[in-house]
């Protein structure tokens, strides 16, 4: 009885083992639309266009074959998320986007305005974000301030002063983003290397170069990949 027993559990196993795995099937996307929310960062002040991180991550989307459109980008150098709200009430959106990122607070930082007011629009920013997000809180992306003071304009200013407001900010974005439920990305680390690398720097030496924007959209490309698979 035992052999026998032992003779169908080795028959349904070699059965079961060859039987091929079904073929997965690949969602297909195509003509992506991509809303970006910011300011200078988001914009790409000192470098070509296509060097800003929202038209380098089309490019590599592109590449990838999933077909973008160019961004939508409400951004201007110099705004603080009040003028964000401001803009965004301005532009003629979509009702809904694939993909939306928002990069604010630098310059509520610099022009040391309220970090509590700053909450409370970061969060206003945060569900226009959600509202015009196809995925709802999966596909919005929002990245943490890079550290301008490491860079050779800062370092006219008072760098760890900056440094230490930038991470208050960030500790604001961070919780905020957590409670939305939303996408975090912390691309501070990688600004900070500018302290030692001209090169991340452009020649206005404020901005980040297209080669930093590239190590942001490292981060940000394989988050966006899987929320669109």
């Given amino acids: 009885m035992k052999r026998l027993i032992l003779l169908f559990a080795f028959i349904y196993l070699f059965t079961s083992c060859s039987k091929s795995e079904p073929p997965r099937t690949l969602r297909v996307v195509s003509d992506i639309t991509y809303l970006a929310l910011g300011d200078s960062y988001t914009v790409g002040e000192g470098v070509y266009q296509e060097e800003s991180f929202p038209f380098q991550l089309v490019d590599q989307l592109n590449a990838a074959g999933i077909k973008t459109l160019s961004p939508d980008v409400v951004a201007f150098s110099g705004w603080t998320s009040k003028n964000l709200l401001d803009g965004i009430k301005q532009s003629n959106l979509k009702p809904k986007y694939d993909l939306v990122s928002l990069l604010i607070g630098s310059n509520n930082q610099y022009l040391k305005y309220s970090k509590d007011t700053f909450r409370k629009e970061f969060v206003e920013l945060l569900n226009i974000a959600v509202s015009h997000s196809v995925g709802g809180r999966a596909t919005v992306f929002v990245f943490s301030l890079p550290d301008w003071g490491v860079t050779p304009f800062g370092q006219l200013k008072n760098p760890s002063e900056v440094t230490l407001e930038i991470d208050a ?61």
């Fill in 169 to 229: 900010f960030n500790k604001i974005i961070e919780e905020e983003a957590f409670n939305a439920r939303v996408h975090f990305i912390n691309i501070t680390p990688e600004s900070r290397i500018a302290g030692v690398d001209q090169s991340l720097t452009c020649i206005d030496g404020l901005h980040p170069s297209g080669k930093m924007y590239a190590e942001w959209v490292k981060k940000l490309f394989p988050l966006v990949k899987t929320e669109l698979y």
